[in-house]
């Protein structure tokens, strides 16, 4: 039987690991607040790069050059493929699932044959794939922190992809990341960067606006879309960075929360623990001066 | 005098969305002034001014956008823009320097924000379109 000195220290071990806890859920509860807004003030743009894409993309027929961000190579045979991970661990099961869902994902290119590069972006992920598949790596991205750099850390890693995918290291680039769904919950999503996948874009409505809009286009629609497509891949690696950084807070948040219940309950067992053993020392003790006094 | 709303949007936020009266775009091919009823255009912007006017022609803010698109409809102008900076927050001497830094580089990267960062020193010395 444990010592009464033994339980105390335990509690307070267990009570100073719960205000670490809670401290860390306070601050990923104010830092998602901020990825939050962020990502909010990022729509507007994303969302008028899409429109304008959509309504030009027809007008690509085939293409050489920049083009290609849409049309496409004509192989098929290369790939590579983006895990977007956090920096830092502690938050539940956010950067395992990303790293898992990835290496599946590459697993079942590789069993149909298809070459896999690997650009982990977050330490988390790169060090996971630098233990299992080291020699795919190709290029690896971290400490981006991209709630305080912003766009440029989105420009970085899209300017890297452009520049391999124009050399003809790979055809197909996609993209792993958390998908922000709620404060508490995240979805491991896959999206297609490379080719530009528009038969997706959303908004059947705005679809048809665009159709009835004649635009004069000014220079004219080719060059255009040359500026145009390589700033919607930053614009999209800019989404989805910001989209995995709240969603990585709010994993934290929750993680955390968890973490301060359980040491509660703990903390209570342990008191329980604690008042039951001081009652039987103080009854044991009873008993031995009562019986001694008798015996007298 | 009718009013067309204009947003201008970088990356990163929503930086200006309000009713105006006029506005200049620096379009590739040259500079489109926009007012309320502009025929549907859509176009590549090259380093440059945007200029803002209120209803009564009096210049409103000033940006420098460093290249971008416009979508511009009859009721709406969007200009969309990488990086925005308004034109009087700029500093003459610390773009000499960084025209002087970059001068010294050779790269495709450091001669595209070359051609950017003579453009902001054109866009803080000349004054035309200060009235229209």
Known sequence: MPSLKDIKTQINSVGSTKKITSAMKMVAASKLRRSQEKAEAARPYSSRLEEMLSSLASSAASGEGIIKLLTGTDNDQNYIVVPVSADRGLCGGFNSSINRETFKLVKSLEGNGKKVQLMPVGKKSRDFFNRVMKDQIIESFVDLNVSSTGYASALNISNKLQELYFEGKFDKCILVFNKFKSAISQEVTQQQLIPLDVSNSEKEEEKENSSNAIYDYEPDEETILQDLLPKNVSIQIFKVLLESDAGEQGARMAAMDNATRNAGEMIDSLTLKYNRTRQAFITKELIEIISGAESI | ?132
Not at chain 2, 106 to 123: F, R, T, Y
Request: aromatic share 6%; with cysteine.
């Open chain 2, 1 to 132: 005098m009718a009013t067309i709303s204009f947003d201008l949007v970088s990356p990163e936020n929503l930086i200006f969305n309000d009713d105006v009266g006029t506005i200049i775009v620096p379009g590739k091919d040259g500079d489109l002034g926009v007012l309320p009823g502009h025929s549907q255009v859509m176009s590549s912007l090259r380093p440059g001014r945007v200029m803002v006017y209120s209803e009564d022609k009096n210049l409103v803010k000033s940006f420098f956008v460093s290249g971008g698109f416009a979508e511009i409809n009859p009721e709406k102008c969007i200009v969309l823009a990488e990086s925005v900076v308004e034109l009087n927050s700029l500093d003459k001497s610390s773009i000499e320097k960084e025209i002087e830094e970059l001068g010294s580089k050779e790269s495709k990267e450091s001669e595209e924000q070359l051609s950017i960062a003579k453009a902001k020193l054109e866009a803080i010395t000349v004054s035309f379109y200060d009235k229209i």
